[in-house]
């Protein structure tokens, strides 16, 4: 019994330490930093954040919108986002728009 709980206690380790989407820790953390307190952990805008007018990055009409246009948005800000351009490099917004796409 013991060593079930042992092995368990691995896995879960193991589960918390690996990237969520193939996304690196660092990309987490980011995203957890910047986005997330308008448009939620799991990219459904928070209750704040739709007050401000944040979208819901699984919208089907956000999905639609071309990676590059998400870059832009993301570096020069649009209605109440503030531009991170100065703030992120552009691997990182890269990253930031690799991120979003994948919380569909």
């Not at 709980?5 to 589960?15: E, H, M, S, T, Y």
């Not at 799991?42 to 954040?49: D, E, H, L, W």
């Not at 890269?94 to 569909?104: G, M, S, T, W």
């Given at each position: 019994?013991?060593?079930?709980?042992?092995?368990?206690?691995?896995?879960?380790?193991?589960?918390?330490?690996?990237?969520?989407?193939?996304?690196?820790?660092?990309?987490?953390d980011?995203?957890?930093?910047?986005?997330?307190?308008?448009?939620?952990a799991?990219?459904?805008?928070?209750?704040?954040?739709r007050?401000l007018?944040?979208?819901?990055?699984?919208?089907?009409?956000?999905?639609?919108?071309?990676?590059?246009?998400?870059?832009?948005?993301?570096?020069?800000?649009?209605?109440?986002?503030?531009?991170?351009?100065?703030?992120l490099?552009?691997?990182?917004i890269?990253?930031?728009?690799?991120?979003?796409?994948?919380?569909?």
């Open positions: 019994m013991h060593s079930y709980r042992f092995l368990g206690a691995i896995g879960l380790a193991i589960l918390l330490t690996v990237p969520v989407f193939g996304v690196d820790a660092s990309t987490q980011l995203y957890r930093s910047t986005c997330q307190g308008c448009h939620g799991n990219g459904k805008a928070s209750a704040i954040g007050k007018g944040a979208k819901d990055f699984l919208d089907p009409e956000v999905q639609k919108v071309s990676k590059p246009d998400l870059a832009k948005i993301i570096t020069d800000g649009k209605a109440k986002m503030p531009p991170y351009k100065g703030k490099t552009d691997d990182q890269k990253a930031l728009v690799k991120y979003i796409r994948d919380l569909k």
